[in-house]
């Protein structure tokens, strides 16, 4: 959760944040880029625990029918949070032409509500069902829908506009245009697949520690190994292939990490997940009975995820709102949405020192 701040942190206080990609490799810095890449590790361990809370739930007596509803009335509810609390929070206005973001609260919520269904199926059709989506969905990136290009230019079908959702990020008018604009960064296929893969991965936390460690470490190694294979082949698994740099060894190490996350591709999801499920072996030597002064500050956050996650958003952008305006830098473009982005003021934003000193101060 504190690292994902750093992430919108730099969204809103970066100089660069809205001229380029900081995963890059053609343009970026490693400073850059690794400030970007390693908040790349929170949405698909988000989404993944998020299913092993599901399966937890369950094996503690709550009934599959009992699990179901909550399930759905959870899903609804945190879609709502999307579209209302978290769209005025990364915006600072009521712009009804930029009606809908749909992010990782999104994702998480239609997740739930399918994985209402879902968890009715045995444990062994629940894995199928995960592994497919996440190590076969990159067979459908030739499945390109034409982007809509703005005003003026035709309005996407409802095909393309569903395809959208389901695949392939992108932008629509809810109906002709002008009407409500749809911006849609997590495609549900993906993350569902990893909500999926992590209600079943639940199971090994019926064991006990010792085994439940020793799998989590093989889990993770083969991950993390697989994702490693995989990427050095360069054949399948990533639209963004890695490449050889003129910059020199290091971009070209950048290259070879810098997986695409929207949708999030088999490697993103492999580099990501390994080492993430690695770490909680590392967390079962955790005593919880004598937690270190630093272990309780990050203990804090983790018991309120949703709470700090609604709340992050106002917090860096008014951080970064209250520092535009004391060095006299344009503000206007803060209350703005990304309709408005090609027309983004000039000397806008920080340096990288900046952003990480907001994040410290927007965490505290």
């Known amino acids: 959760m504190v690292v994902m701040m750093l992430d919108h942190t730099r969204d809103f206080i970066h100089n660069a944040a809205l001229q380029f990609d900081p995963v890059d490799p053609t343009v970026t810095n490693p400073a850059l880029f690794f400030t970007r890449w390693i908040t790349h590790f929170c949405a ?36 709502f949070l999307e579209f209302t609390l978290v769209r005025v929070g990364a915006f600072f206005n009521f712009d009804l032409r930029f009606l809908l973001m749909m992010q990782v609260i999104w994702v998480i919520g239609a997740s739930m509500m399918l994985m209402a269904c ?6 062994w059709a629940i894995a199928i069902f995960g592994f497919t989506l996440i190590f076969f969905h990159n067979a459908l990136d030739g499945i390109q829908v034409p982007f809509w290009q703005g005003p003026g230019s035709p309005v996407p079908g409802y095909g393309v506009k569903l395809w959208m959702v389901l695949h392939q990020p992108g932008v629509f008018p ?19 697949g990893v909500m999926a893969i992590g209600y079943v991965f639940g199971a090994i936390y019926r064991q006990s520690v010792a085994q ?26 990533d639209p963004n292939s890695w490449s050889v740099q003129t910059r020199g060894p290091v971009y070209t190490l950048l290259s070879f990490f810098n997986t695409t996350k929207y949708p999030p591709s088999l490697l993103y999801l492999l580099m990501t997940l390994g080492p993430a499920i690695l770490a909680l072996a590392w967390f079962e030597s955790y005593n919880s009975t004598k937690p270190h002064l630093w272990q309780k500050f990050f203990i804090t956050f983790g018991r ?36 408005d982005w090609n027309n983004v003021p000039r000397n806008i934003g920080f340096n990288l020192v900046v952003v990480y000193v907001s994040w410290i101060a927007g965490v505290v």
């Open 118 to 123: 879902l968890i009715h199926l045995p444990l």
């Open 304 to 339: 309120v995820p949703l709470f700090f996650y609604l709340l992050q958003w106002p917090t860096a952008h008014s951080i970064s709102l209250g520092l535009h305006f004391a060095f006299g830098k344009p503000t206007s473009w803060l209350f703005k949405t990304p309709m």
């Open 44 to 79: 698909p361990t988000f989404v993944f625990l998020a299913g092993t809370s599901i399966y937890l739930q369950s094996a503690r007596g709550k009934s599959k029918g009992s699990l179901s509803r909550f399930l759905l009335t959870r899903g609804l509810w945190l879609i």
């Open 174 to 192: 809810i109906a002709g245009f002008p009407s409500p604009i749809v911006l849609v960064i997590y495609p549900l296929i993906p993350w569902v």
């Open 212 to 237: 439940r460690k020793r799998k989590l470490i093989i889990i993770g190694l083969v991950a993390t190994g697989l994702f490693i294979g995989l990427r050095l082949i360069n054949v399948y698994g």
